[in-house]
């Protein structure tokens, strides 16, 4: 149990510096290991009248002063053990400091950003001796998350050029050990296994088969098989957060299984999201899209602000009080998608932006050595196969930026059309041609519902498939022009209705 929190009675806290307790129905108060001289661990048995033992046990912290504090009370606590872990801290150690326990990878060192890449770029080598279009699509990505400078992606652009250039893994890893916080290091670890498997997955139809890269170096990496079943989950369940039938309940339900997963293994959650989600979100706009949901601290960055999900939160509030009323929570529960899927356009529109950048020094640089064709040929060659790769990757990633526009742009259009919502609204003269334009973007389906305790097949009109995102977005204008989520005019609409 942690102090600070509202339901906690009674528990304490552990700090870099020092140690919080709250007995119960007494006020919380701080010891600092500095003030401490021992930690002892108290058994007292005694026997009543009736021959029968009762056995107390605490622990009393003896401070260099003389004073004595008691922590008791606790549930389920091996304290004896507790004791024996802080009277070690205390007696081992001179020197105390508070960390940043959760820090996102953006916010660490340009070296360790360079260093941890460059891993995965071995990761992407391992398989076949080179980068195909998808692997260095998703290193791009991770690049752009990570929140590069231009000169660390410079490095990285020229580390990508070729498998000559490659530095070994143990290597690397003394690097990261050395720019790393002692308390950061193992969710640093957990993140790059996690990156790493995603890049495999990349490659093999989004499917986790056996990786060498990972199996071969899991030893250097300090990973244990639980852990790496771990970022497999989280990676699945990234996929699934954006999925058009994947609910805010299935989301809340799947954090609370990964953050279960996370305790099981004794990681912070926070681990597998160091870098963000590999569907291109990154750590701060994952963060905001659980706000909308009331899980904006969940992950735990404690250096992060949760702005843009409150701003959510308020928004959809507005909602709530009439939205059975209205039945207009359709868009009300697409905030958190949408949300998200604003983001990881964002994030894909800034990767493309880089990659130009970097195909823009490319080209000069190919022009440079044409200039002296006979004596620069196999850097031309070298360079031509740089353009290449890029030129790929770039044809991914705005493949990869159409899809995600396309599912932003239906998060305005109701996937199960209402008739009788939309005929109201439409039916003013310079709106009735809208009726037939807006229907034609719509299929009948039969479907089973429940309705008064019984099974009823009946046909709904839903939103069809595979429609052009240009045509989508036209679409998208229509309902936004019709006002068919505006609570003010689906009132209207309703009242309307009532009378005709």
Request: glycine fraction near 6%.
């Amino acid at each position: 149990q942690f102090v600070g929190i509202p339901q906690a009675k009674d528990g304490f806290a552990l700090t870099g510096e020092k140690i919080v307790i709250k007995n119960a129905f007494e006020a919380p108060f701080s010891l600092s290991f500095t003030e401490i001289e021992e930690v002892k661990y108290i058994r007292n048995v005694t026997v009543s009248d009736k021959g029968k033992e009762k056995v107390e046990q605490y622990i009393d912290f003896i401070k260099k002063d003389g004073k004595v504090i008691k922590l008791n009370g606790l549930l389920e606590c091996k304290y004896e053990k507790l004791a024996e872990v802080l009277n070690s801290a205390v007696q081992d150690f001179d020197s105390f400091e508070e960390e940043d326990q959760l820090v996102t990878l953006s916010e660490m060192s340009e070296r360790l950003k360079v260093a941890y890449v460059q891993i995965v770029i071995n990761m992407a080598f391992s398989d076949d001796a080179a980068i195909d279009q998808k692997e260095y699509a998703e290193i791009l990505q991770l690049m752009t998350r990570l929140e590069l400078s231009k000169d660390s992606r410079f490095e990285l652009r020229s580390y990508l050029a070729s498998i000559d250039n490659l530095v070994e893994v143990e290597e690397l890893l003394a690097i990261i050990d050395a720019e790393a916080k002692a308390s950061h290091n193992k969710s640093i670890k957990i993140s790059l296994v996690k990156d790493i498997i995603n890049i495999h997955m990349s490659v093999n139809n989004g499917e986790y088969l056996d990786c060498p890269f990972l199996r071969e170096n899991q030893k250097l990496f300090g990973v244990s098989d639980e852990e790496i079943e771990l970022a497999v989950q989280a990676i699945k369940l990234d996929f699934s957060m954006l999925k058009d039938d994947f609910t805010d309940d299935a989301l809340k339900r799947g954090i609370k299984e990964l953050g279960a997963k996370a305790g099981a293994v004794g990681v912070p959650l926070a681990a597998v999201y160091l870098s963000g989600s590999v569907v291109g979100l990154s750590a701060a706009g994952l963060t905001s899209g659980l706000a909308t949901l009331g899980l904006g601290g969940v992950l735990g960055f404690s250096s992060m602000a949760t702005g843009i999900g409150v701003a959510v939160l308020i928004g959809v509030g507005a909602y709530k009080g009439i939205r059975h009323l209205t039945g207009a929570n359709e868009l009300d529960k697409a905030k958190r998608r949408e949300l998200m899927l604003n983001e990881i356009i964002k994030q894909t529109q800034r990767t493309i932006s880089y990659l130009i950048e970097d195909l823009n020094i490319i080209t000069s640089k190919l022009n440079e050595a044409l200039q002296n064709f006979s004596a620069q040929d196999a850097k031309v060659i070298k360079l031509m196969q740089m353009v290449s790769a890029m030129t790929g990757a770039a044809g991914v990633l705005n493949a990869k930026s159409n899809a995600t526009k396309n599912s932003y742009i239906k998060l305005s259009c109701p996937k199960e059309l209402d008739l009788s919502k939309l005929k109201s609204l439409t039916s003013e003269p310079t709106k009735q041609q809208l009726y037939a334009l807006v229907m034609s973007f719509y299929e009948v389906k039969s479907i089973t519902k429940v309705v008064d305790g019984a099974e009823k097949t009946i046909d709904v009109h839903v939103l069809k498939q595979d429609i052009a995102t240009e045509q989508l977005d036209r679409l998208a204008k229509i309902f936004d022009a019709i006002g068919y989520f505006k609570v003010a005019d689906v009132l209207k609409s309703k009242v309307a209705g009532l009378f005709s």
